[in-house]
């Protein structure tokens, strides 16, 4: 089985290195001219491509392969599936980012199934920074796909000695997990950035877990897989690292402070779709929808403070 990885950012410059230590594997990239020439991605900067990894132009070249990882921006995925012509029949697409489309309000393998419905979705997700995976850093991980024996495949083709798959059926409460841990850790930057404290924090990451739970559960996950590495897993590590950039986008909305509009911070869009979704479901997501407020700036880091404590008082 070959591999490719669509998409020449930091996370798919570090599955192409982890990968390409263990054997051949391809990666294409829209600037794929600048990576031959440093073999570095700008977004990864200090991590140079072994040799196995070879790199190609062509798109529909790239994505002949047996299992492609589609490592783009949750909100560029439809459009990277558009732009491959060929229908992908059999084969694995295997999603690595985490988000929930906002055109669609669904996350990624469900979008991978309307725009290439021939094709075997799955996801790639839990704690793990694109660097530590580059350094060879241990790092376990979920992979969830619908069908049994394609994610037993790729359980055995993605792992390596440092990197840990674990398996699951479950992908709708895997992408949940990852797509919603992004919202939470926003809010939790905010927290700390305001100056609020570590035990608001705590809290914040306490009732914005049950909201991921809720969420999950109404929309046909298992419960427990917000418990693993998906869920649980990646909200630990992104609601408490300096290394994640959904919790410094939040660090710097508390504290008033700019940031680069460049970096990637899924969870702003997450929370939006999510907020939509707590609206059509009538489901309350109150740390999701604050989220979506004062990423939109409707609200105010004090006025989203007073809206969450001056709810009605409720049974854990
Ligand atoms: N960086 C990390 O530590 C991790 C990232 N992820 C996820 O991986 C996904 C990608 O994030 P990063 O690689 O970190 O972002 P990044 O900002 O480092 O790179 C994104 C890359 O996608 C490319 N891109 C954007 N739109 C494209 C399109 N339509 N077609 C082809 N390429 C396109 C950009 O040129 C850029 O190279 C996100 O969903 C993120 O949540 C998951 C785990 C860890
Ligand atoms: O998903 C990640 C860690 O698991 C990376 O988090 P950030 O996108 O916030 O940097």
Partial sequence: M????LGGGAFGTALAVALGRKGPVTLWARDVSALAETR???????????????????????????????????????????????PLTGQAL??????????????PCALIARHKPA???AILTGPSFAADIARGLPTALTLACGDEATGRALQEQLSTPVLRLYRSDDTAGAELGGALKNVIAIACGVCIGAGLGDSARAALMTRGFAEM???????????ETLMGLSGLGDLTLTCTSDLSRNYRFGLALGRGE???????VEGA????AAAQLARDLDLPLPVC?????????????RQAMDTLLSRPLKDE
């Fill in 119 to 121: 094709a075997l979705p």
């Fill in 94 to 107: 295997v999603a690595c980012c985490k988000g929930i489309d906002l055109s669609e309000t669904v996350g």
């Fill in 269 to 272: 869009a997450t929370a939006r």
């Fill in 213 to 223: 739970v809720r969420l999950a559960a109404r929309l046909g996950a298992k419960p």
């Fill in 289 to 301: 929808t604050a989220v979506s407020d004062l990423t939109q700036g409707r609200l105010t880091v």
């Fill in 2 to 5: 070959s591999v490719t990885v």
């Fill in 40 to 86: 570095q991605s700008p977004r990864l900067p200090g991590v140079t491509l072994p040799d196995p990894v070879s790199l190609e132009a062509d798109l529909e070249t790239a994505a002949r392969h047996d299992t492609l990882l589609l490592a783009v921006p949750m909100q560029q995925l439809s459009s990277l599936l558009d732009v491959i012509d060929a």
């Fill in 258 to 264: 700019g940031f680069d509009p460049a970096v990637t």
